[in-house]
C-alpha cells in the first residue's frame, strides 16, 4: 500500500506540470491572437509606404516615420474630436460611478418600499440588448432637443444596469455590523456612504471605470445618430468619415493605422493606471 502510494505520488505530480504547461500554452496562444491585430496596427502606424506595400509583408519598419501622424493632423481635427471624445467618456464614466454606486449601495444596504422589483428591473435591464434602445433614445433626445450637443452623448448612459448590478454585488460584500456601528455614532446615511462603504470598493470602482470609458470612447453607433454636427464627432465617428473619403485618405492604410492606434491608446493608458484595482476587483468579484 505504502509502495502503490509513492509511485502515484510522482504520477499526479507529474499529471499536475503537464495540465499546467497546457494551460500555459493556451493562454499563450490566446495572448498571441489578441495582441497581434494590435501589434501590426501599431507598427503599420510608423512604416514609410514603401514598407506597408512591401511583399513579402514587413513587420518591422525598415524606415520609422512620423509622416502618417503629421498627415492625419492637418487632415483631420484630431484635437477637436479627442477633446469630445475625452469629454464624453469622463462625464458618462464619473456619473456611472456615482449614481451605480448610489443605487448599488441602496440595493444592498437599504430597506425601502420597492427594492425587489427595482433590482428585478436591473436584472431586466441587463438582458435588453443595447441596440434595441437606439430608437427610444433617439426619439426621446430628439423631443427634448438635444440632438448635436454633448448632453446628448451623455445623459442617456449616465448609468447602467450593470454597473448597478456590480456595485450592489460589492456593496453587499460590507459587513452590516460596520455600517450599524456608525449609525450608532450618529453618523447619517450620506457619510457612511461617502466615507465608509466607497472606500472599501475601491476595486469594484475601479472595474466599473475601466469597463464604463471604455464601452464609452469606443461607442460609435449612438454618436453617429445623435449628432449631425462634424466639430461634435467623437474621435472614432471622426475616423470612420474620414476613413471612407478617398479624397483625404489618398489610399494610404498608415494615415488610418495612425488614426486608429491615437483612438486606442487613451484606453491603453487608463488599464495601465487602474490595473491593480482592476485585477482586485475581477478577483475578488464572487466573493461575499
Known amino acids: 500500500m505504502t509502495a502503490h502510494a509513492?509511485?502515484?505520488?510522482?504520477?499526479?505530480h507529474k499529471g499536475e506540470a503537464a495540465r499546467r504547461r497546457l494551460l500555459l500554452a493556451v493562454l499563450w496562444a490566446g495572448m498571441i491572437v489578441m495582441v497581434t491585430p494590435f501589434l501590426w496596427m501599431a507598427l503599420s502606424s510608423f512604416k514609410s509606404?514603401?514598407?506597408l506595400g512591401a511583399s513579402p509583408t514587413v513587420w518591422l519598419p525598415r524606415e520609422w516615420t512620423l509622416v502618417h501622424f503629421e498627415k492625419l493632423m492637418n487632415?483631420?481635427?484630431m484635437g477637436g474630436h479627442f477633446f469630445n471624445s475625452t469629454l464624453v467618456a469622463v462625464a458618462v464614466t464619473g456619473c456611472n460611478l456615482v449614481f451605480c454606486s448610489m443605487l448599488g449601495y441602496a440595493l444592498a444596504k437599504l430597506n425601502f418600499v420597492g427594492k425587489?422589483?427595482?433590482f428585478a428591473l436591473v436584472l431586466g435591464a441587463l438582458m435588453v440588448p443595447g441596440n434595441?434602445?437606439?430608437?427610444?433614445?433617439?426619439?426621446?433626445v430628439s423631443k427634448m432637443g438635444l440632438i448635436d450637443s454633448y448632453a446628448a452623448l451623455i445623459l442617456p448612459f449616465a448609468a447602467g444596469a450593470f454597473g448597478?448590478?456590480?456595485m450592489r454585488q460589492f456593496m453587499s460584500a460590507i459587513p452590516d455590523e460596520l455600517l450599524e456601528a456608525a449609525r450608532i455614532d450618529g453618523a447619517g446615511e450620506w457619510f457612511i456612504f461617502w466615507r465608509i462603504a466607497m472606500p472599501l470598493v475601491k476595486p469594484a470602482l475601479a472595474t466599473l471605470a475601466i469597463f464604463t470609458f471604455l464601452q464609452s470612447w469606443n461607442n460609435?453607433?449612438?454618436p453617429l445618430v445623435a449628432t449631425n454636427d462634424p466639430d461634435k464627432y467623437t474621435l472614432p465617428v471622426a475616423l470612420a468619415t474620414f476613413a471612407i473619403d478617398p479624397t483625404k485618405t489618398n489610399g494610404s492604410n498608415g494615415v488610418l493605422m495612425a488614426g486608429a492606434f491615437l483612438?486606442?491608446?487613451?484606453?491603453?493608458?487608463?488599464?495601465?493606471v487602474l490595473q491593480r484595482y482592476f485585477t482586485q476587483g475581477i478577483a475578488t468579484a464572487g466573493l461575499k
Open 6 to 12: 509513492s509511485d502515484s505520488a510522482p504520477r499526479r
Open 116 to 118: 425587489r422589483p427595482v
Open 75 to 77: 487632415l483631420l481635427d
Open 263 to 272: 483612438v486606442v491608446l487613451p484606453v491603453l493608458v487608463v488599464f495601465i
Open 220 to 222: 460609435f453607433l449612438w
Open 164 to 166: 448597478v448590478f456590480l
Open 132 to 140: 434595441l434602445m437606439l430608437m427610444p433614445m433617439f426619439v426621446m
Open 49 to 51: 509606404e514603401r514598407d
